[in-house]
């Protein structure tokens, strides 16, 4: 079972993977037609969990975790089954930056796993797939095992949940024969991130932290969060005092109680909160005004939950659907920081 501070980390609330919810494996989009190169297969991916053998382009993909389904669908290419979202999503689980590309590219929705502690394994196999991406994701080893006898199962680097959202545009790319047109998606995005970087000078060099308050337990985020290395990528730098409170007690993410809060020193706090209700509250609350951002006014609040998926984890849909709102909140704080 996913632990509370999980759902806080990464802002989703969702399983690894999502139900077919009745439909038959053949209305779900295949992958794309598009040939990949002659030369790309086989290819082999190493993950955590060891390596995975692809023999030829997968025309099947099922998705788990956050993001692979981004990534695929920036390539043009449909996944069969995607994760079932509950947070920054609409009732079937769709988030908005995945339903505007499935309609840029005319393309029916795939089937929508189930939203599940375990795989949905029985749902999986229905899709019939030729390939399973968990790239960002936190199956055990167990689980792993077992979606490997459907198909070939691609797992994360290193710890769970900690891939670099580049890291998962860049192993889709590869697993389906597309490892350039990867590139050209990251170097896309690159693009919109280094034009709002420079259009904002002032966020360049402003050290900051990623914080978020929630029922009691206030979390902090380390550099191993994506949501802070695409701060990073904006210009911002990563405040000392962060590392320098680390309680160690996970890779992305740690507990500071609210005794210490005024020792969390940055120019720019950034804040997360799902309502503004939410926001408010932590503002006015006696710990909060401890703390020199807060008395300085450099908070940026980051409210909603779409805009808080869109940027944790950022993906290669959400990053520049959400790039705007973000950036106008940092700059904001930013200017007040001087």
């Not at 919810?21 to 794309?32: F, Q, R, V």
């Not at 382009?57 to 975790?65: A, D, H, I, K, S």
């Not at 389904?69 to 069969?80: I, R, S, T």
Request: net charge negative; aromatic share 8%.
């Amino acid at each position: 079972m996913m632990k509370p501070f999980r759902l806080l980390v990464f802002a989703t609330g969702f399983a690894l993977a999502l139900s077919a919810c009745g439909a038959e494996p053949e209305t779900a989009a295949p992958a794309s037609a598009a040939p990949a190169t002659s030369s790309a297969f086989p290819v082999s991916i190493t993950h955590t969990f060891g390596t995975t053998e692809i023999a030829k382009q997968p025309e099947r993909v099922v998705t788990l975790g956050i993001g692979s389904e981004d990534a695929l669908l920036a390539l043009g290419v449909v996944p069969v089954a995607i994760p079932f979202a509950t947070y920054g999503a609409d009732e079937k689980g769709m988030r908005p930056w995945i339903k505007d590309k499935l309609q840029q590219l005319g393309a029916a929705t795939p089937t929508i796993l189930s939203n599940s502690e375990e795989p949905p394994y029985e749902e999986i196999v229905n899709a019939r797939p030729d390939l399973i991406l968990a790239t960002y994701s936190g199956i055990t080893k167990e689980q792993y095992d077992t979606l490997s006898k459907i198909a070939p199962t691609v797992g994360y680097p290193g710890e769970a949940w900690s891939t670099p959202w580049k890291d998962i545009v860049t192993t889709a790319g590869l697993a389906i024969g597309k490892k350039d047109d990867a590139q050209k998606v990251l170097d896309g995005i690159g693009t919109a991130v280094a034009e709002a970087a420079k259009a904002h000078p002032e966020l360049t060099g402003k050290s900051v932290a990623f914080v978020w308050d929630s029922s009691g337990t206030f979390y902090v985020y380390t550099k191993a969060d994506p949501r802070v290395e695409f701060g990073l990528d904006l210009g911002l730098t990563d405040a000392p005092a962060v590392s320098a409170l680390d309680s160690d007690e996970n890779l992305v993410t740690y507990t500071l109680s609210y005794e210490k809060l005024d020792s969390l020193e940055s120019d720019i706090l950034v804040n997360f909160a799902t309502t503004q209700d939410e926001a408010d509250t932590f503002l006015r609350a006696d710990y909060a005004q401890a703390m020199s951002q807060v008395k300085r006014g450099t908070v940026a609040s980051i409210v909603g939950a779409e805009l808080i998926s869109a940027v944790s984890p950022p993906t290669a849909l959400s990053l520049t659907w959400g790039l705007d709102a973000y950036v106008s909140a940092l700059s904001a704080a930013a200017k007040k920081a001087g």
